[in-house]
């Protein structure tokens, strides 16, 4: 299995200087999950090496015993990223998100659980080497994250702070001359040590792979995005969970 993995992160080479998609965020142990967010992207500096991208998603699962993705409520999401691209082939982030996530009983009929939900204030920050090849482009990124998790009325939960590493390779591949129309895909490993009384070990937690298709409208400075991820959770004991995604992008609206 780890060999599989490692093949298709290696064979899938992975970024692109100016995709956007808002990928899903991970959901916990379901069988299928659906996805929405509408965002925008701004230069924040004439030469256009600043950038801000903000997105409001939300995101829905099944129960466990079915496959309805779009089954109960499960995250509200408010995020804001500011990248930097220093270099050609380099760039740097800096994000702060909030996240709402239901929590819910694990056996039958799956009712909200007692709490009912998980508050999470997210920090992190993404540094990525960017390059292409004819037709595609591609790079790898590395991405720590500080994830701080508190109950509805703002009490420390009992797992109550994450730090967790994410290593993405992504590629894009133009479908035509004007470069409106491509596909996309993307392989992520996650590493995390989880804080109650102390510190967890730092070891591997699960790998995602996303395909996404997403074409481009210059004028109307809109891009729409449709995407499939898989997110496997676990090491010996794997759970499998499907993602069916759908995002907006509103591109650059204002002049600078």
């Known amino acids: 299995m780890v060999k599989t993995w490692s093949a298709i992160l290696l064979g899938t080479i992975i970024n692109v200087n100016c995709l956007a998609q808002f990928s899903p965020p991970g ?38 015993d079915a496959y309805n993705p779009f089954e109960k409520s499960s995250i509200y999401v408010v995020n804001e990223e500011v990248t930097h691209q220093f270099r050609k082939n380099w760039k740097y982030s800096a994000a702060l998100s909030y996240r709402w996530q239901n929590k819910y009983k694990d056996t039958p009929p799956y009712d909200l659980d007692t ?31 500080l994830r701080f998790f508190y109950d509805p009325d703002f ?36 590493f995390s040590t989880t804080r109650t009384n102390s510190w967890s070990t730092f070891e591997y937690q699960e790998i995602r792979f996303c395909l996404y298709y997403s074409i481009t409208f210059p004028k109307q400075k809109l891009t729409f ?32």
């Open 27 to 64: 959901l916990g142990e379901a069988n299928t999950a659906s996805w929405f967010a509408i965002g925008m992207k701004q230069h924040l500096n004439e030469t256009k090496t600043v950038t801000s991208a903000t997105h409001l998603g939300l995101g829905r699962i099944s129960n466990p």
């Open 115 to 145: 709490p009912n939900a998980r508050q999470e204030l997210r920090i992190y920050s993404r540094f990525s080497y960017l390059n292409s090849l004819n037709k595609m482009d591609y790079s790898f990124s590395y991405r720590p994250e």
């Open 155 to 190: 009490s420390a939960a009992t797992k109550n702070t994450q730090f967790r590493s994410r290593f993405r390779a992504k590629a894009a591949f133009n479908l035509n001359a004007l470069e409106t129309h491509k596909i996309s895909t993307t392989a992520e490993a996650m």
């Open 225 to 256: 995005n449709l995407g499939y991820m898989n997110d496997l959770i676990g090491k010996d004991s794997i759970t499998d969970v499907h993602y069916f995604a759908f995002d907006i992008m509103i591109n650059h609206p204002f002049s600078i």
